[in-house]
């Protein structure tokens, strides 16, 4: 099993560009979860998804978009990039929505200039 | 609403030695609790978690971290550090909102080991 998968690792946009990062798991899991990782703010939830065709909101949701049509795969868009986006972006993925422990991806450096 | 605080940003040990990273929680009921790690340039990989029972448990790499209700503290402990040891640590609380399970995460621990 590859896991929890992310592309691409590094990425840099200018203001007011749009792009998806991609997130995919192959290990059947219901729930995944994006999160950003800003320095001395830990971790914080952006989206989830209980499963295909089901997502919600997290702590910090404005300004990107989800959707997730297969178990697969879970992207998240940036509609127009601002630079307070500017941040490492890792995707989750745990077996249900009942289960805590979530196995993280290897990250995308998003830099908007 | 849940939160956990990792009172300390940064701290150094020598190889060999031992180290405690301090966590300290907020949580109605009780919490679910969870160490990860993350190597530089790395994602996060789960050390060990708590869900009940006993309040000592053991994780990957010989770290282990005891639950302490009343002091609402989930401390990570290592009897003796190795160079590779070197990360950010980060302590978590899951709890259960809206339609599923959500990790709300301190804002870590950076650990240095000098030789």
């Known amino acids: 099993n590859a896991g929890v998968t992310q592309t691409p690792k590094f990425q840099v946009l200018k203001t007011g560009q749009s792009m998806t990062l991609q997130c995919a798991q192959d290990?059947?899991?219901?729930?995944m979860s994006w999160y950003r990782q800003d320095p001395g703010m830990g971790l914080r939830l952006i989206h989830y998804s209980v499963g295909a065709g089901i997502t919600d909101q997290g702590e910090v949701p404005n300004g990107y978009n989800v959707s997730r049509s297969t178990t697969e795969d879970f992207p998240l868009r940036l509609l127009s990039a601002a630079p307070s986006q500017t941040s490492v972006y890792f995707c989750?993925?745990?077996?249900?929505?009942?289960?805590?422990?979530?196995?993280f991806g290897p990250g995308t450096r998003l830099t908007v200039t | 609403a849940q939160s956990v605080t990792q009172p300390d940003i940064h701290i150094t040990v020598s190889e060999g030695a031992s180290l405690e990273l301090r966590c300290n929680y907020s949580y109605g009921a009780t919490p679910y609790l969870f160490w990860y790690v993350q190597s530089p340039g790395q994602g996060l990989q789960l050390l060990l978690k708590y869900f009940s029972g006993d309040t000592l448990v053991q994780g990957i790499k010989g770290f282990e971290a005891e639950f302490k209700r009343s002091q609402s503290s989930f401390n990570l402990r290592k009897p003796s550090v190795h160079w590779s040891d070197a990360a950010e640590y980060f302590c978590a609380v899951g709890a259960r909102t809206g339609t599923a399970s959500k990790l709300t995460f301190g804002t870590g621990t950076r650990l240095q080991v000098t030789l």
């Open positions: 290990m059947n899991h219901e729930y």
């Open positions: 989750a993925s745990s077996v249900s929505r009942e289960v805590y422990e979530q196995y």
